[in-house]
C-alpha cells in the first residue's frame, strides 16, 4: 500500500526521503518518487520500480536540497507505470502533491479542470487532480489553496502538498488515511507509517481526519477542519527500529512467527488479575448490565482478521451464550444485516486501516451499535474510531501474510469471551479457570511447537508440497477455521493452489480431486471429534493422498494413519486453534521458500489495504 515521506529541514532532504521511503517497503509498492525543493523550483523524479532504483536515478545536486516529499505507490487507478508514479506536479510545475487514499469525485473534478482552466493531465491517477485543484485555488498561499481544494473532495486522503513559490513549506492534510508528524530539532518531518520516522525522532503526532498541518523547519501547525489552531498531544513512540527489522532471520515472516509466544505473553499481560484469576477486560468498559442485555454480537474483518473471527464466534457462543454472526467486512455493508442498539459489533484489524472493516464499522456505528475494535497498531484509524479498544500488542507486523497478529487476535478473542461467560454466568468458575490456565501456558507450549525438530519435519514434508499446485487443508469444528487460514496463508505466498474443507464435506465433491500424493494437511486437535476426523483421513489415505496430520501429542490413533506427523502438547479443544495454526504457517513459509518466492511481499499483495 503507498506510503508518505515528508521532510523540511537543514540536513540533504533526498537521503532522508529515500531512508524513509525504504522503511515503507513492507506495505509493498509498486513504483517510487520524490519531489525536492531546488531553488525556487520542485524537481521531480520517479519511476516504476524499488526505491532502490529510484535512490540511483537522483542527481546528485538534487540530493543536495533541504526539503521535499516522497512516495511509494501501490497501484489502484492505472497501471504502475513512471507517469503514474507520486509525486504528481500541476499544470504549471509550481505545486506537487503525494497522495494515499481514493478521490471518489476525480472525474468530474478533472472534466472541470480541463474545462475551466484547460489543464491538460499526465496521468491516469485520481490523484493528479489533487496537483490541479491545489494549483487552481492558489492565490499566494498553500495552506489556504489545500484548504479550499480539500473542502471540494469526496474521498479519502493522506497528503502532503509543496509549492515551488514556498520553499521548506510541506502542506498535510488527512481523511481516512493515517498521516503522522514528526517534531525534530530545527527539521520535521512527516510520515504515512511510524517506521519512516524513528530513525530521526520519536516525538510524533497523529493527524486526525479533518485536520491540517504546515510544516518548517522551526515549527509544525496544526489546524483543525474550521481553522483553529489545536495543541495536540505528542505521542512518545517506545519501541525501536530493531523491533521492525528481521533480527537475524531470512524473512520478517519467519522473525515474526518465531515472537508468538513473547506476542500472547504481551496480548495476556494484565488483563488476568493475579488475585482471582479471573479475566480483567477493563477496556470493554461494559457494566454487567450492558452485557447481560447483550443479544447478539457480530465480528467484522477481512483476510486473517475474518479467520480469527469465526474462531472468536464459536468461543463466545460456547462460554458466553451469545449468538454471534461473523461477516466478511466487504460484505457485511452490503447484505443489510439486522442491526440494533443493544448489539455489540466487534472489528478485528492487525493494520487499524482496512477499508471495508472501517466501512463496517462505521455501519454498525450509524446503527447505533457500540464498537469493540481488536487492533495491533496504535493510533490507527479503526483505534480511533471505535468506541472501545483492545490491543493485541504483537509488535510491528512487517511481512504481509499475518502471523502472529493472527495468533494474538485468537488469544483476544478468548479473553473477551471468557469475560463475557464470566460475568453472565454462563462459565463456571473452575471452567474459567481452566481455560485461563490454558491460556497462560500458551507462549511456553507455543515455544514448544517452534522446536528445531518440529521445524524438521515441517521442511521434509515441504520437499514434497512445494512440488505441487494443489493442496487441501481438511478440519472439523475449531480445526475448520485453522484449516481456511492454513490455506489462505499457503496461496499467499508460495502460490499453490489450497483450498480448505470442512473435513466431513470432502465426500460430498471435493474428494473427487484426490489423487496419489496430493498434499492433504489434516487438521487433528479436536478431542471430542477425533474419531469423525479420522474416518475422514482415512478416506483421503484411500485415495492415496500425502496426509500431514497436525495433532496432539497423546492422540496415537492418529500416527499410524498419516504419511507425516506434527505433534502439539496437550491443549484444551476451545484453545488448539492458537497451537494448531502454527505448523500451517510453518509449512506456507517453507513451501514459499522451496519455491523461491518473495515470502514477505507476495506478488499483487499489501499489508494494509486502504482501499476498497
Ligand atoms: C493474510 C492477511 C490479510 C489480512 C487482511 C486484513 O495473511 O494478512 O488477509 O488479514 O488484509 O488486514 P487487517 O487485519 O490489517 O485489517
Same mark, same amino acid.
Given at each position: 500500500m503507498c506510503g508518505i515521506v515528508g521532510y523540511t529541514g537543514n540536513r540533504k532532504a533526498g537521503p532522508v526521503l529515500i531512508e524513509?521511503? &525504504? #522503511?515503507?517497503e513492507y506495505r509493498g509498492y509498486d513504483s517510487a518518487g520524490v519531489a525536492l525543493h531546488d531553488n525556487g523550483r520542485l524537481i521531480v523524479t520517479k519511476a516504476a520500480g524499488s526505491v532502490a532504483e529510484l535512490e540511483k536515478s537522483l542527481n546528485e545536486h538534487h540530493k543536495e536540497v533541504t526539503a521535499g516529499i516522497g512516495h511509494t505507490r501501490w497501484a489502484t487507478h492505472g497501471p504502475p507505470t513512471d507517469l503514474n508514479a507520486h509525486p504528481h506536479s500541476s499544470a504549471s510545475g509550481e505545486i506537487v502533491v503525494v497522495h494515499n487514499g481514493i478521490i471518489e469525485n476525480y472525474r468530474t473534478l478533472r472534466k472541470r479542470l480541463t474545462e475551466e482552466a484547460g489543464f491538460k493531465f499526465k496521468s491516469e491517477t485520481d490523484s493528479e487532480v489533487l496537483a490541479h485543484l491545489i494549483e487552481y485555488c492558489y492565490e499566494g498561499d498553500l495552506l489556504a489553496a489545500v484548504r479550499r481544494a480539500m473542502s471540494e473532495i469526496e474521498g479519502s486522503y493522506a497528503l502532503v502538498a509543496a509549492s515551488s513559490r514556498e520553499p521548506d513549506?510541506?502542506?498535510?492534510?488527512?481523511?481516512d488515511s493515517p498521516l503522522i508528524i514528526g517534531y525534530g530539532e530545527g527539521e520535521n518531518y512527516v510520515a504515512s507509517d511510524i517506521p519512516a520516522l524513528l530513525a530521526h525522532t520519536r516525538r510524533t503526532c497523529v493527524m486526525d481526519d479533518g485536520e491540517f498541518a504546515v510544516l518548517?523547519?522551526?515549527?509544525?501547525?496544526?489546524?483543525?477542519?474550521? *481553522?483553529?489552531?489545536?495543541?495536540?498531544?505528542? !505521542?512518545?513512540?517506545?519501541?525501536?527500529?530493531?523491533?521492525?527489522? &528481521?533480527?537475524?532471520?531470512?524473512?520478517?515472516?519467519? #522473525?515474526?512467527?518465531?515472537?508468538?509466544?513473547?506476542?500472547?505473553?504481551?496480548? !495476556?499481560?494484565q488483563r488476568i488479575k493475579r488475585d482471582s484469576g479471573l479475566v480483567e477486560l477493563g477496556e470493554l468498559d461494559l457494566t454487567t448490565e450492558q452485557i447481560l442485555k447483550l443479544d447478539q454480537i457480530y465480528i467484522i474483518a477481512c483476510g486473517t482478521a475474518y479467520h480469527a473471527g469465526l474462531i472468536g464466534k464459536m468461543a463466545i457462543e460456547k462460554l458466553a451464550g451469545i449468538p454471534v454472526e461473523v461477516d466478511v467486512a466487504s460484505e457485511f455493508r452490503y447484505r443489510d444485516p439486522l442491526l440494533e442498539p443493544n448489539q455489540l459489533?466487534? @472489528?478485528?484489524?492487525?493494520s487499524g486501516e482496512t477499508a471495508d472493516t472501517l466501512a *463496517?464499522?462505521?455501519?454498525?456505528?450509524? #446503527?447505533? !451499535?457500540k464498537v469493540l475494535a481488536i487492533t495491533n497498531v496504535v493510533g490507527s484509524t479503526v483505534s480511533r474510531e471505535a468506541d472501545r479498544v483492545m490491543y493485541t500488542w504483537a509488535g510491528p507486523e512487517i511481512a504481509v501474510a499475518s502471523t502472529k497478529a493472527y495468533v494474538t487476535q485468537l488469544v483476544a478473542l478468548y479473553l473477551v469471551a471468557i469475560y463475557l461467560g464470566q460475568t453472565r454466568g454462563t462459565l463456571e468458575p473452575e471452567k474459567a479457570g481452566a481455560l485461563v490456565d490454558g491460556l497462560l501456558a500458551l507462549p511456553e507450549?507455543?515455544?514448544?511447537?517452534?522446536?528445531?525438530?518440529?521445524?524438521?519435519?515441517?521442511?521434509?514434508?515441504?520437499?514434497?508440497?512445494?512440488?505441487?499446485?494443489?493442496?487441501?487443508?481438511?478440519?472439523?469444528? !475449531?480445526?475448520?477455521? @485453522?484449516?481456511?487460514?492454513?490455506?489462505?496463508?499457503? &496461496?499467499?505466498?508460495?502460490?499453490?493452489?489450497?483450498?480448505?474443507?470442512?473435513?466431513?464435506?470432502?465426500?460430498?465433491?471435493?474428494l473427487a480431486l484426490v489423487e496419489e500424493g496430493m498434499p492433504v494437511i489434516a487438521l487433528a486437535t479436536q478431542e471430542a471429534i477425533l474419531d469423525?476426523?479420522?474416518?475422514?483421513?482415512?478416506?483421503?489415505?484411500?485415495?492415496? *493422498?500425502a496426509v500431514f496430520a497436525v495433532t496432539r501429542e497423546d492422540f496415537e490413533d492418529v500416527s499410524w494413519q498419516v504419511e507425516s506427523i506434527f505433534s502439539l502438547p496437550v491443549v484444551c479443544d476451545t484453545l488448539a486453534p492458537v497451537l494448531g495454526v502454527v505448523p500451517t504457517q510453518l509449512i506456507a513459509y517453507y513451501a514459499a521458500v522451496a519455491r *523461491?518466492?518473495? @515470502?514477505?511481499?507476495?506478488?499483487?499483495?499489501?499489508?494494509?489495504?486502504?482501499?476498497e
Open positions: 524513509g521511503l &525504504k #522503511k515503507l513549506r510541506l502542506v498535510c492534510a488527512r481523511k518548517t523547519p522551526e515549527k509544525i501547525e496544526i489546524y483543525n477542519k474550521d *481553522g483553529q489552531m489545536l495543541d495536540k498531544d505528542i !505521542l512518545e513512540i517506545t519501541w525501536n527500529l530493531e523491533a521492525a527489522e &528481521k533480527g537475524g532471520y531470512d524473512h520478517f515472516m519467519l #522473525k515474526e512467527i518465531m515472537e508468538q509466544p513473547a506476542a500472547v505473553r504481551e496480548t !495476556l499481560r459489533a466487534i @472489528v478485528i484489524s492487525q *463496517g464499522l462505521r455501519m454498525a456505528h450509524t #446503527k447505533g !451499535l507450549q507455543l515455544t514448544q511447537v517452534l522446536s528445531e525438530d518440529n521445524i524438521a519435519t515441517i521442511r521434509a514434508y515441504c520437499e514434497h508440497l512445494s512440488r505441487w499446485d494443489n493442496a487441501f487443508f481438511i478440519g472439523r469444528n !475449531l480445526d475448520y477455521p @485453522v484449516a481456511m487460514e492454513g490455506a489462505l496463508k499457503l &496461496k499467499e505466498i508460495s502460490y499453490i493452489h489450497a483450498e480448505a474443507c470442512a473435513a466431513g464435506e470432502l465426500k460430498h465433491g471435493p469423525k476426523t479420522l474416518s475422514n483421513i482415512q478416506v483421503v489415505n484411500a485415495r492415496g *493422498g *523461491g518466492c518473495s @515470502v514477505d511481499k507476495p506478488r499483487n499483495l499489501a499489508k494494509s489495504v486502504t482501499v
